[in-house]
């Protein structure tokens, strides 16, 4: 059965998260629901990242299984009519049948936006934490150089998580701004549960003087939750990209990067 990679991309504000659920709308299940209908067969869809209620993306990823003639970079024409406005697939392209979008990620970008100005305003809502008090961002900047490299996130992860192993590598966490907006960037090998939301919370509190700038270094000594501030709500993270590795779609190793991959993050 030949094998579909789509990247998707969606405003979370309306839905439950990523992932199908008994109750509550979820990007999966309209997702699901429109190929079966473009198809004409039951599809299920699997994702490379299980972004939660609020969360957006721009370069989610996600593969199925079909025996349509519908050629792969043709399913973003045939599904935008079928979804809803705030969803939208980007790109379709056929893979190896070996493929899985999340066990062969190598590397996921996240964005989370702040506001930082006295008073909200109404186009930023959705997409931006707003932040009253001024932030420092040099302080900020300077506290997410102990980020780098890989590391046990064991601190980093909220209740519920699941991996196993909590060691991950970031390769990129800076920090920009333009005029009254903030931008945190980070890419990393993977992220733990609210790994994201967490950094972007203990940031806050660090850019408003309310914790060290050395509060990142001393929960990765001592793996401890409390050296870190708050999760930051849903509704300033993006997840911005899924890569893979290079000429890993049509590669003949494939099985066995996919059992590799696989086993790693039992």
Not at 232 to 245: F, N, S
């Amino acid at each position: 059965m030949p094998r579909i990679l789509l990247t998707v991309s969606y405003d979370g504000t309306a839905y439950s998260g990523w992932q199908r659920q008994i109750n509550g709308e979820s990007i999966q299940a309209c997702l699901e629901d429109a190929l079966s209908r473009a198809t004409g067969e039951t599809i299920r869809v699997t994702g490379a990242s299980r972004t939660d209620a609020g969360v957006h993306a721009l370069g989610q990823k996600c593969h199925f299984d079909t025996l349509s003639r519908i050629p792969a970079d043709k399913f973003p024409f045939v599904l935008q009519p079928l979804l809803p406005p705030d969803i939208r697939v980007t790109q379709g392209m056929a893979v190896a049948d070996g493929f899985h979008a999340r066990f062969l990620s190598c590397r996921k970008k996240y964005t989370y936006r702040f506001l930082n100005c006295r008073f909200p305003d109404a186009m930023h809502r959705l997409y931006h934490l707003h932040v009253p008090r001024k932030l420092q961002d040099t302080e900020m900047t300077r506290a997410l150089a102990d980020l780098l490299g890989t590391h046990d996130f064991a601190a980093f992860q909220a209740a519920g998580g699941t991996a196993k192993s909590t060691v991950r590598t970031i390769y990129r966490a800076d920090l920009t701004r333009d005029g009254d907006c903030l931008t945190l960037f980070l890419e990393g090998n993977a992220f733990l549960y609210n790994m994201v939301r967490i950094i972007a919370g203990t940031l806050v509190e660090i850019g408003e003087g309310r914790r060290s700038p050395e509060a990142f270094r001393e929960a990765l000594e001592t793996g401890s939750r409390l050296a870190l501030g708050p999760t930051a709500p849903p509704h300033g993270l993006e997840l911005t990209d899924v890569l893979y590795p290079p000429d890993a779609y049509l590669h003949p190793e494939f099985h066995r990067w996919h059992e590799e991959a696989e086993e790693s993050l039992k």
